[in-house]
Every structure is written in structure tokens, then in C-alpha cells.
């Protein structure tokens, strides 16, 4: 079983204890960690014993391997159970002598045809907001500071919280309208399809992205 991991390239194989190993692994150290308990070996021996002696495969005592992993890292843990199960499943054919009656034959099929426009609306999309958020906010605030109009506008009683949250206000409203405007031509014009379901999720980017780039130009502004 060892010798079967190790004819793998992309494993980097260790030997341990039981406790040791599993340290490794909560530490991140490790992918996975296969237990091969004492007595692996006698129990495939009686496996085959009992193969040999009765027709039930229900009543065959399998010979069990407890694999540990992080479920955290999902990519990379469904990558090294599928090896493991492969090689598992290649020692099993091997020492049984039957092949699975089911093989597994991949096919490739491309679900979505995807053309240039429905990469290049997300990508003008949120130039829009870049703009909108940075020039379209640091300009006009620079401007209003350097004809003194911010200056007046301190000696009325209009707040500036209120002041503030007027411009933001108006901004968000901005990137609101234009977003529809740019979705509306793409889907007329060009036949972007967009679920409609999606439309709540896409204005929460839209406002979370526009408050980022707004944030920027008033910081730039300053």
C-alpha cells in the first residue's frame, strides 16, 4: 500500500505515528493522513478466506483504512481522496482479480457559449463605477475647495454630515442608473443574458463598489 503512494509524483509521502501524523495535519502540514491499523495485513487474509468459503459478499469483513483531512480546503482534499480512492480501488482489482463491472468514461462538453461581449459588460461596468467613484467625486470636490465654495458653505446652517451625505447619496444613485443603463443595452443590443433572480446580488456589488471607489476619491480629494 505504501509502495502504491509512493509510485505517485505528486505525493509527498510521510511515515509516522498515528498522533504524530495527525498533528502534522492540523497544523496544515499535511493533506491527508491514511491510518493502516495492526492486523491490516490478517484481516485481508481472512477476507479472502471468507471469500473463498461463502457466496455472501454481504458477509465479508472488509479490512477498514480511516483517511483524515481538512475539510477547510476543499479543493485540495477532494483532489488527494480521489487519488486515494483510485489507488484503492486499483489494489482492490488487483488483488481480487475482478474488474469493476462500471467504467468510467469522460466526455467534454462546453455548457455556455460565452462570447466577447459577456466579458467585456462586467469589465465596462465596473470602469463606470471607477470612474464615477474617482474622478467623477475627487474633481469636482478639488474644484468646490479651490473657488471657496466649500468655505460659504460653512458659514449656512447645512451640515456637513449632511453635505456629505447628500454627495454620496446622489453618487450611489448615479452608479445605480448608469449600471442599469449599461445591463438594459447589453441585453437589448447584444443578448446578454442575466438572470433575473441575480439583479438583487448585482446591485449589492454595484453599491458595495461604488462606495469602495468613492471612498478612494475623497481620499484622494483630501
Do not use: C
Not at 3 to 15: K, M, Y
Not at 23 to 42: K, N, Q, Y
Not at 135 to 151: D, N, Q
Amino acid at each position: 500500500l505504501v509502495e502504491g503512494f509512493e509510485a505517485i509524483e505528486a505525493f509527498d509521502l510521510h511515515t509516522g505515528e498515528r498522533e504524530e501524523e495527525l498533528a502534522e495535519l492540523e497544523d496544515g502540514d499535511r493533506s491527508a493522513v491514511i491510518v493502516i491499523p495492526e492486523g491490516t495485513g490478517r484481516a485481508i487474509g481472512e477476507y479472502f478466506d471468507q471469500l473463498s468459503s461463502t457466496s455472501q459478499q454481504a458477509a465479508l469483513t472488509q479490512a477498514p483504512l480511516e483517511v483524515y483531512y481538512d475539510p477547510s480546503n476543499q479543493t485540495r482534499s477532494q483532489i488527494v481522496l480521489n487519488i486515494i480512492d483510485q489507488i484503492i480501488a486499483e489494489m482492490n482489482e488487483g488483488m481480487t482479480g475482478i474488474r469493476p463491472a462500471l467504467a468510467i468514461e469522460p466526455r467534454t462538453v462546453t455548457a455556455d457559449n460565452l462570447r466577447s461581449i459577456d466579458y467585456l459588460l462586467p469589465g465596462i461596468l465596473g470602469m463606470s463605477l471607477m470612474q464615477l467613484g474617482l474622478f467623477g467625486t475627487a474633481g469636482p470636490l478639488v474644484s468646490l475647495r479651490e473657488k471657496g465654495v466649500l468655505r460659504r458653505m460653512g458659514a449656512t446652517p447645512l451640515s456637513r454630515v449632511a453635505l456629505l451625505s447628500s454627495q454620496v447619496a446622489f453618487r450611489l444613485t448615479t452608479a445605480v442608473i448608469q449600471t442599469g443603463l449599461i445591463i438594459a443595452v447589453g441585453m437589448i443590443a447584444f443578448d446578454v443574458q442575466i438572470k433575473i433572480e441575480n439583479l438583487p446580488v448585482i446591485l449589492g456589488v454595484v453599491l458595495l463598489g461604488a462606495s469602495m471607489f468613492i471612498t478612494l476619491g475623497y481620499f484622494l480629494s483630501g
